[in-house]
């Protein structure tokens, strides 16, 4: 039972989510200076109670305390904490400290890197087409070792702890919403920890511009394009529709950090940009083509 009468447009909800997200690194630029750890741990006390307003605003059972009693869920649960706090983490830092432009780059490489672990880790074999884009996409990574000044440290590490996490998440079926509360929750005692430790010395206590305002509003623009994506997802039956609709993100990044921010985009980025680009294009086709597949022979399970 619905609580609200909502339209029921998957593809509309979705494709807001991606624009949300894709649009955070403007709201991020008004708590450039406050340490990243500082945003993430203000950032996932103000969430849990937003996560249960949104499981009560989307009528879904609340189940954390049944998931952590189990041992196997708990264990599965805790790595993906760990994961989606780094990519949390490094995604504010980049979004603080001027790398909004290298931050656009690990969401292109996410699903390759996701396909890449299914490979190395649940024996997953490629066809040519998802072969061609992990190997183009390498040859960008292995491009922006070599030519630029610094190695892409914020690149992979997004990269691989997002893709850690979704193959993580394949390992215990959980809902998302109740998925994410119980990972918010997990990350409770570390949060406060940390601003424990660094009493006097924050920028919350010191207000600087009206700075609660923006910390305690990093709550809402985690928690609200989620809600969307939660609902509209749950009403797209295409799952190429959603394949494409992820670079959403990383292109309005992409365009940010360029036309907006004015990152540099040198020959070395934009060599390394075209080869990602032309990685995640093929995997897009790859995906669409074999949702289609499974549409004609029936309902089939991808790991795309």
């Known amino acids: 039972m619905r609580r609200f009468n909502l339209p029921q447009n998957g593809l509309l909800w979705t494709t807001s989510a991606y624009i949300v997200w894709g649009l955070t690194p403007l709201f991020y630029q008004h ?16 969430s849990v109670p937003l996560m ?42 980049g979004a603080t400290n001027g790398q909004v432009l290298m931050v656009s780059l690990a969401y292109f490489l996410t699903p390759l890197i996701s396909i890449l672990i299914g490979v190395i880790y649940l024996r997953e074999r490629l066809n040519s087409l998802q072969w061609l884009a992990l190997l183009l996409c390498a040859c960008g990574f ?115 950090a360029v036309f907006v921010f004015g990152e540099a985009m040198d020959m070395e980025r934009l060599t390394t940009f075209l080869l990602v680009w032309a990685g995640f294009i093929i995997f897009s086709i790859d995906a669409t083509r074999r949702a289609k597949l499974a549409k004609l022979v029936g309902p089939k399970k991808l790991d795309i």
């Open 31 to 46: 708590l450039r200076g406050v340490e990243a750890m500082e945003i993430f741990a203000l950032r996932v006390l103000c």
């Open 52 to 93: 249960l307003v949104l499981l009560w605003v989307t009528a879904t059972p609340f189940r954390v305390l049944k998931m952590l009693m189990v041992p196997r869920t708990f264990f599965w649960l805790f790595l993906s904490t760990a994961c989606i706090s780094i990519s949390w983490y490094l995604n504010t830092w």
């Open 142 to 256: 292995l491009y922006a070792c070599m030519s630029l000044e610094s190695f892409p440290w914020i690149t992979i590490g997004i990269a691989c702890a997002f893709g850690c996490y979704g193959v993580i998440k394949k390992q215990v079926r959980i809902d998302t919403l109740n998925g994410l509360t119980a990972e918010t929750l997990l990350m409770v005692p570390f949060a406060l920890f940390y601003l424990v430790s660094m009493v006097g010395q924050t920028h919350w206590e010191s207000d600087v511009d009206n700075v609660r305002i923006f910390l305690v509003m990093t709550a809402p623009m985690t928690i609200v394009p989620l809600g969307l994506f939660a609902f509209g997802v749950a009403r797209i039956n295409n799952l190429s529709t959603i394949a494409v609709l992820q670079y959403i993100e990383p292109t309005l990044y992409f365009l940010l």
